[in-house]
């Protein structure tokens, strides 16, 4: 089984799928995500899907699981790199991925995550 590397970059970790998901591969990394969060104490997750073609509704909803499993430890996750066949796939599927930010492209994924983080920080100064 292949395993998805999960790299750092300050504190925030990215993953660029680049390989076909098989539901074994997504399971390791909704748990090798889950403790890289917890050792490196990141703040974000980018899920980059640039290179995936098909989606279906499990690794569908293991995007919004790794999600919520990263809300619950402390950073927030945004997916990028979606394809139009895969977000018309998913919508038909009827996973709207709730609680998943996304973003066109990983630029735009780290400014949202430094947004987020910045808005955050000053709601709690106040």
Known sequence: MDRVPVLKLGDILIVSIQIDLQ?????????????????TGARGVIIDITA???????????????AAISRMLDAETVVVGMR?????????????????????????????????????IATAAR
């Not at 995936?52 to 790794?66: K, N, W, Y």
């Not at 038909?92 to 780290?110: I, Q």
């Open 52 to 66: 995936v073609e098909i989606v279906d509704s499990f690794i569908g909803r293991m995007l919004a699981t790794i």
């Open 23 to 39: 539901d074994q591969s997504v399971l390791a990394l909704q748990e090798d995500l889950a403790n890289k969060v917890v050792e």
């Open 84 to 120: 139009p066949a895969v977000a018309i796939t998913l919508v038909e599927l009827g996973l709207s991925l709730g609680g998943v930010r996304t973003a066109l492209n990983l630029e735009k994924g780290v400014a949202l995550l430094n947004h987020i983080d910045g808005s955050e």
